[in-house]
């Protein structure tokens, strides 16, 4: 499929430059062609301008006027390569020939004007025009010039273009094939994270499927059954169900994010209220887990930011915000355990930092955890991914609400964060913990930044 729309595009991108060139160079050769008719033109009008100042004219009886042939004309050899020379003919007013450069008359009618003729083998450009004086005409003046002066760097600008665009369009078509594969590339990989995206959703959300229809069907098969069984069976789909709805809302956010059409309520909030709210949220669970959970403020200095009361004001949509950090809180939570020595501690870290003259926050979420291994640091914000998948399988469900066992909360994170014009990054070292750092936009203006 792949290779047959990178040879469609392909096509199409030499085909249309082809046409182009193919433009180009046909005005390149009638702009060639017309400058050098116009240039043989003016040679031609220059000529008889020059022959036609020269003439000696005298009175004759027939005519009344006439032209002295032997006065005007005094020079019969034309020097010249034989090739290129410009030959001038004198006619009667009755139009016979007089006098002539030329070896032989050419039988040729005259022709006011310019022409082209064809005599034998050679080609001629012809301008003829009567000589006049006052209410007399003295005669007819004809000179002519040879065509192979247009004919033969026309053929030779046709043989130059003519390589010159094949040339081109062969270029263009190995070109074109290979843009095309950098063009395809991206649509590849979008297409291999989407197969990968089906079946990695396709197989969260068959494991509760398949408990509920098994659960619900034990129910059917046994009505008669206890009904401390039933309500058992009913709490597990309850438990089924609430995990399928909150994988469904995850994947519908981060459509809309993708789409850039999620509904965002901004407004000035004060972050570090935030934090303190989700850290309460989450205290319970890691109480439960002896996990350390505590926050930290680092103050600016009042010369840097003098105004102290809001500070750590953010513009940010509070329900997103507290999405994200109960998300980076959870999964810490869910991969931090006591060792021991009874040593587990979680932190948050909230401070102000000026980043190219424009101020930012810093929040930094650190944990005693077990770690992530390097090899998976680049795809830990990818979405179903999970450094050891059976960790989602052995977490509690307190766990479960806190953080999503599918692998789509650092997906979620990042796309929040994204969504905030701010950056994610991650720190990690196996068996000393992880570091997550969120860097947004603060809402004061970057003039009180010193």
């Known amino acids: 499929m792949f290779q047959a729309t990178r040879r469609r595009l392909a096509i199409w991108y030499t085909t249309v430059t082809a046409v182009l060139l193919l433009l180009f160079a046909t005005g390149v050769y009638l702009y060639a062609e017309n400058t050098l008719i116009e240039r043989v033109d003016d040679t031609l009008k220059h000529v008889v301008e020059v022959v036609e100042r020269s003439l ?15 006065d005007s004309f005094r020079d019969n050899n034309y020097a010249g390569v034989e090739d290129d020379r ?4 004198w006619f009667s007013p009755n139009g016979e020939l007089l ?4 070896d032989e008359p050419l039988e040729i009618p005259l022709k006011l004007g310019r022409s082209v003729e064809q005599i034998g083998s050679r080609q001629l450009r012809q301008m003829t025009k009567r000589v006049e004086f006052g209410r007399y005409v003295l005669g007819y003046l004809r000179v002519s010039h040879p065509w192979f002066e247009v004919t033969k760097p026309i053929r030779q600008l046709i043989v130059d273009l003519t390589l010159g665009t094949s040339l081109m369009i062969v270029c263009t ?17 979008s297409y291999q994270s989407l197969k990968q995206f089906t079946a990695d959703a396709s197989h969260e959300l068959r494991n509760p499927l398949a408990t509920i229809q098994t659960n619900v069907q034990m129910a059917l098969a046994y009505p008669e059954a206890e009904p401390q069984q039933i309500q058992r069976q009913l709490q597990t789909i309850e438990r089924l169900t609430q995990r399928l709805g909150r994988l469904v809302n995850d994947l519908l956010f981060l459509a809309r994010s993708d789409s850039g059409i999620v509904e965002t309520s901004y407004q000035i909030l004060p972050l570090d209220a935030l934090l303190i709210e989700v850290i309460e949220e989450q205290r319970a669970i890691a109480e439960q887990k002896n996990i350390y959970l505590s926050l930290h403020l680092v103050e600016p200095a009042p010369e840097i930011y003098p105004d102290a009361e809001d500070v750590f004001n953010v513009k940010g949509d509070w329900d997103q915000l507290a999405r994200l950090f109960t998300n980076l809180i959870g999964n810490a939570l869910a991969h931090t355990k006591t060792t021991d020595n009874g040593e587990a501690a979680i932190e948050v870290e909230l401070q102000l930092i000026k980043r190219s003259h424009h101020p930012w926050f810093q929040i930094k979420v650190s944990d005693t955890g077990k770690g992530i291994p390097e090899a998976a640091l680049p795809y830990i914000f990818e979405r179903f991914y999970r450094v ?32 905030h014009r701010g950056h994610i990054t991650v720190e990690s070292q196996v068996n000393l913990g992880t570091t997550f750092t969120v860097t947004l936009p603060a809402a004061k203006p970057e003039a009180t930044l010193q």
Not at 99 to 102: A, P
């Open 86 to 89: 410009i030959d001038i003919e």
């Open 388 to 419: 050891d998948p059976a960790r989602s399988r052995s977490q509690s469900e307190s766990e479960k609400n806190a953080f999503t066992g599918a692998g789509l909360g650092l997906a979620i994170a990042r796309a929040i964060v994204e969504n």
């Open 173 to 189: 078509a190995a070109i074109g094939w290979w843009l095309s594969g950098i063009a395809i590339e991206p649509v590849r990989q």
């Open 99 to 102: 006098w002539s450069t030329l």
């Open 56 to 70: 000696a004219i005298e009175p004759s009886r027939e005519y009344g006027l006439q032209v002295n042939l032997k």
